[in-house]
């Protein structure tokens, strides 16, 4: 029998001075099938599609933006888009192998493989 796990596990609870608001977007590198079975799916979902670019769907859904990608080597997410609370100054991380960049409201996440 499965035990429930506390959502705290996984969850930070809520300070009201967080940056983060809310992720609003995601770069996806998947191949040619599985970007056509996500697709459609997303559409069923109420999800509206454009192309963004030869062979590079972009999905617009509820408060979010997904773009996919071809896949080169790997399939997976390669960045995140961030929504912050507040405006900061431009800043640049390095976060093992990702880069973080903050500037303004907007945050971007980069995991794009270095291959």
Request: hydrophobic share 45%; glycine share 6%; net charge negative.
């Amino acid at each position: 029998m499965a035990l429930p796990v506390p959502q705290t596990r996984f969850a930070s609870p809520y300070r009201p001075d967080q940056l983060l608001d809310d992720i609003i977007g995601l770069t996806l590198a998947l191949d040619p099938s599985e970007a056509t079975v996500l697709v459609d799916e997303l559409h069923l979902a109420g999800w509206v599609s454009r192309p963004a670019g030869p062979n590079v769907p972009l999905l617009n859904g509820p408060d979010a933006v997904i773009r996919i990608v071809p896949a080169r080597s790997e399939a997976g997410i390669r960045e995140v888009r961030l929504r912050l609370r507040r405006a900061v100054r431009r800043q640049e991380a390095q976060l093992d192998g990702a880069e973080l960049v903050l500037d303004g409201q907007v945050g971007r996440l980069n995991l794009e493989p270095t291959d």
